[in-house]
């Protein structure tokens, strides 16, 4: 006989031929009411009707003709960004995110925070029970006001706010708000949650601290315990990257070297 085209796998082909077991494969596909079943799966069916083959052989064809269940794609080999979130300057960028807890009395309540991404403060911070997008403003209201002295039209101007994209921060009254404000929304990179890692990173020290080692019984001691505890936080949590100073450091020595005139420039009588 004259030789194949190809190689060809050795031992019986099996129940069927290719082309009639891609058939019986389109059959059970069809048949199906259930989508994105993979090819074991297909197989189990096949065996379960009378067609007995091997996984290998229902991946192949399945491959071939695109009958395969789609699935997530690996990590890109370039990232989105360089790796680097923080900022040399205070009030240069802030973070924001939310997390849960559970209270004796009120049962289930959000709390939001807002972190500078230079000094690690907590610039702003709340509790409540619901988790929309007027609560997820109030930490940033409450940064602005603390640094930049009131809320009017373009008083943040400069500032960027780091966000993921959960539905209260990606929704247009939270984005016409901080726009009002001069804030630009800077949205993590897709699939890259630590685009948003100085806010996540202050929420595990939250939880580890806090939220996780003490019990409250309403929403609103939940509040005042969450602000004395961010009182504490600035005023004595070590920041490595800066020689091991506490956050209110660093803004108070990064504000006192602003206000400070140039060398060159003789000082007033």
Request: proline share 4%.
């Amino acid at each position: 006989p004259a030789a194949s085209a190809g190689p060809i796998r050795r031992g019986p082909v099996g129940a069927c031929c290719d082309t009639v077991l891609l058939q019986h494969i389109r059959t059970q596909i069809l048949g199906s009411r259930l989508h994105g079943e993979g090819y074991r799966k297909i197989w189990a069916r096949l065996r379960h009707g009378g067609i007995r083959t091997s996984a290998r052989r229902v991946r192949r064809l399945m491959g071939q003709h695109g009958l395969l269940a789609p699935h997530r794609i690996g990590r890109p080999e370039q990232r989105a960004h360089d790796g680097t979130i923080t900022t040399t300057a205070v009030d240069a960028m802030w973070g924001t995110d939310m997390t849960e807890t559970v209270t004796v009395r009120d049962g289930r309540a959000r709390v939001f925070v807002a972190v500078d991404h230079c000094s690690g403060e907590c610039v702003g911070n709340h509790a409540a029970r619901s988790g929309n997008r007027f609560e997820a403003l109030e930490p940033v209201r409450q940064g602005v006001l603390r640094h930049f002295g009131r809320i009017e039209k373009d008083v943040a101007k400069g500032l960027s706010l780091r966000h993921d994209h959960g539905s209260n921060y990606m929704s247009g009254d939270f984005q016409d708000e901080i726009a009002f404000l001069g804030i630009e929304s800077s949205p993590s990179f897709v699939r890259q949650p630590e685009g948003n890692g100085v806010a996540e990173r202050f929420i595990r020290t939250l939880k580890e601290n806090f939220l996780w080692v003490h019990t409250f019984d309403t929403i609103e001691e939940l509040r005042r315990g969450l602000q004395e505890f961010v009182a504490h936080y600035n005023a004595t949590w070590l920041v490595a990257r800066h020689g091991y100073r506490t956050p209110n450091q660093i803004r108070t020595e990064q504000c006192s070297l602003a206000q400070r005139p140039p060398a060159n420039l003789p000082l007033a009588a």
